[in-house]
């Protein structure tokens, strides 16, 4: 396991502050030239930001640390999904301070930290959560993950406020049907009237996240036209059968061919209108894992990683072994042989690096965009 205490390590860092500085004194002295004078404070901000968050990523891919943390707040919830071995209260529940969630991610300097559970909104110290994590001016990027049912206009604000860069809000149907398959009726047309009401707002930091499965497979499309509707991005993650040990979600051999045909459809989709968030590596992935059942060469440990309620640490969060360093993670990802998922945190941190640079360039370069728009 690399030491980031080690000399290549802080020359890294060093290194990574030294490009930064030149890179906002250049944006600055530049600064009509790029961007419209109306924002021209939050855009500058925006700028150096994303320049340190692509510079943190190549020094973190390069020194072997985490590209995304997954930090699990909670494991109760307030659903009950088909596709989730969570679900209801957890009694006596040890937790990490707010405090205690800072300094990790201080000490791990992931790219991205994703906050989870469970459902995160079931803490009530969410928001000194998010402060203690976030950067103003660095990384990391920081996601919130949620079923949406106790989001609200107020909730979003005050979290947009305390640092979270964008909200992952699930959605796998585009209509009732995910009220039954999560477990809280009336979540579908709640999550719809949250979307609209945002739309006013001068950014609207939502990406709608949808599980690729058996039963949803051919609504896709359906779910990015939704998507573009709304507003907002939309992510496709594959389901996973290892957390409930039920296979019938899986996509059955009889289906590929259809999925591989709709998995086109996105891609061209994603060309033309720019609001769906998969990688085309990621795509092109998803129907040889559903076709094998796996997927080998997982760098949970390395690349992703989870920090429990706790603050041990996990490779991942289907895994449910616990850590206390990062010697003892490496040491399990030297070991594992598992491959039985494609979730969105391992398909977006296993990217080649040129899939990571030029998929974060080209998000930069559409948010840039629509910031101007807003403008």
Known sequence: MADFSHPFCRRFDHAENALYFLASRKASLSTTSFFRLGAKGRTMNRFKRNWRLLLRGIGNYLTHRPLCISFEVTYACNARCRHCHLGGPVANETRASPAEFGKISQWLRPVVAQISGGEPLLRKDLEEIVRAIHRPEGPPFIVVTTNGALLNRKRYESLRAAGVDEFSLSLDYPDERHDDFRGIPGLFRKIESLVRELAPLDEKAITLSCVIQNDNFKDLLRLAELARNWGVRINFSTYTWMRTNDRSFMIQPEN?????????????????????????????????????????????????????????????????????????LEAFRKENTCGSCYTSIRAGTERPPRYLLFDNINLFRKRKKEHAFRS
């Open 256 to 328: 590929l061919q259809a999925l591989r045909k709709i998995i086109s459809e996105l891609m061209e989709f994603k060309k033309k209108y720019g609001t769906i968030y998969t990688s085309d590596y990621v795509f092109h992935l998803m129907p040889e894992y559903f076709e094998k059942g796996e997927l080998p060469n997982c760098q949970a440990g390395r690349r992703f990683f989870i920090v429990n309620p706790d603050g041990r640490l996990s490779p991942c969060g289907l895994i449910l072994k616990y850590y206390s360093s990062l010697e003892e």
